[in-house]
């Protein structure tokens, strides 16, 4: 994802400002996403795996990047509590 893309983001529902995912994180979500622990805030399941996502300052939510686009829909958020071994 650009840098200068990346400054600019925030989350839409809490303002805070976004980092890349990095690998042992995009794992852990993958992992819960296997096990069918994900589901999207408006309660639809996050059935595929991610390739690359987002996550919030205060590191609760995540958005999914697809095709280089960051998805920052607020219904399809993912809540980090739900990755049992995300990292801390």
């Known amino acids: 994802m650009d840098r200068k893309l990346l400054d600019i983001l ?3 529902v809490t303002k805070q400002p976004l980092a890349l995912l990095t690998g042992p994180e ?3 979500v993958n992992r819960a996403i296997a ?3 994900m589901a999207r805030a408006d309660g639809s399941a996050q059935s595929e795996a991610i390739s690359e996502g987002l996550v919030t300052h205060d590191r609760r939510t995540l958005y999914r990047i697809e095709d280089g686009i960051p998805v920052l829909l607020a219904d399809e ?3 980090v509590s739900q ?3 995300f990292p801390r």
């Open 35 to 37: 096990a069918g622990a």
């Open 26 to 28: 995009l794992a852990a």
């Open 77 to 79: 958020a993912l809540a």
């Open 10 to 12: 925030c989350c839409p």
């Open 83 to 85: 990755v049992t071994d």
